[in-house]
C-alpha cells in the first residue's frame, strides 16, 4: 500500500470513533479536555492496535479470528447500545451513559476497534512481513483516529445542545451502536 492509501485507510478505520465520538460530545454538553484526549488517546491506540494483533494473529489463529471478528463487534456494541437504550427508559434503574467514565472509554475503544482485527489479517497477507514494516500504517491508523475522534467530539459539542432539545443523548448513542455493529456484521456477512 502506498502512503494515501494508508490514509484512506484510516479514515475508513476511524469512522466509527467519529460517530461515537459525536455521540460522547452531545451527551458531555460542555468540553471536559482530560475526557476528550482521553478517548481520542484510547481509540486511537486500540485502533492501532487490534491490526497488530491481527497481524500477529495471523500466523496463529487466521480462521478462528475471520470467522468470529465481526459477531464479537457486533455482540459487544449491540450489548453496549442495547444498556444505552435501556438506561433512556429505565433512568431509576441503571446509571446514566458517562463518557468520563474510563471503563466505558475502555468498552467502546474495544467495541469499535474490533473490526479493525481483519486489516492486520490484510496486512499480514499483502508483504507486511516484520514488525517494523507495520510501524508507518499502524501510526497513521492510530494519528487518523486520534483526530478524527477530536473532531467528533467537537461536533458533538457544537451541536449537542440542539440535539439534547429533541431527543434524548443516550438513545441516539445506543442506536448509533447498535447501526455500527449491524452494519460491520452485514458487511463481513455479505464478503462471505
Known amino acids: 500500500m502506498d502512503i ?62 475471520e470467522a468470529i471478528d465481526h459477531w464479537i463487534a457486533f455482540g459487544l456494541l449491540a450489548f453496549l447500545g442495547g444498556k ?3 438506561g433512556t427508559f429505565h433512568e431509576d434503574e441503571i446509571e446514566p451513559f458517562n463518557p468520563s467514565d474510563t471503563k466505558k472509554q475502555l468498552e467502546l475503544s474495544i467495541a469499535t476497534s474490533i473490526d479493525a482485527l481483519a486489516v492486520g489479517i490484510s496486512f499480514a497477507c499483502t508483504g507486511y512481513e516484520t514488525f517494523n514494516s507495520l510501524i508507518v500504517p499502524l501510526a497513521i491508523i492510530g494519528i487518523t483516529s486520534f483526530a478524527f475522534s477530536i473532531a467528533g467530539n467537537g461536533i458533538g459539542l457544537k451541536f449537542g445542545e440542539k440535539v439534547r432539545k429533541r431527543l434524548k443523548p443516550e438513545l441516539l448513542g445506543g442506536l448509533v451502536l447498535i447501526f455500527i455493529g449491524v452494519k460491520v456484521l452485514l458487511s463481513h456477512l455479505m464478503a462471505e
Open 84 to 86: 444505552m437504550i435501556w
Open 4 to 65: 494515501i492509501d494508508l490514509w484512506l485507510l484510516g479514515a475508513a478505520l476511524a469512522m466509527d470513533c467519529f460517530t461515537v465520538s459525536i455521540v460522547c460530545g452531545i451527551i458531555m454538553s460542555k468540553p471536559k479536555w482530560g475526557t476528550i484526549l482521553r478517548i481520542a488517546f484510547l481509540f486511537g491506540f486500540f485502533q492501532a492496535m487490534m491490526p497488530l494483533i491481527g497481524w500477529w494473529g495471523t500466523h496463529y489463529f487466521k480462521d478462528y479470528i
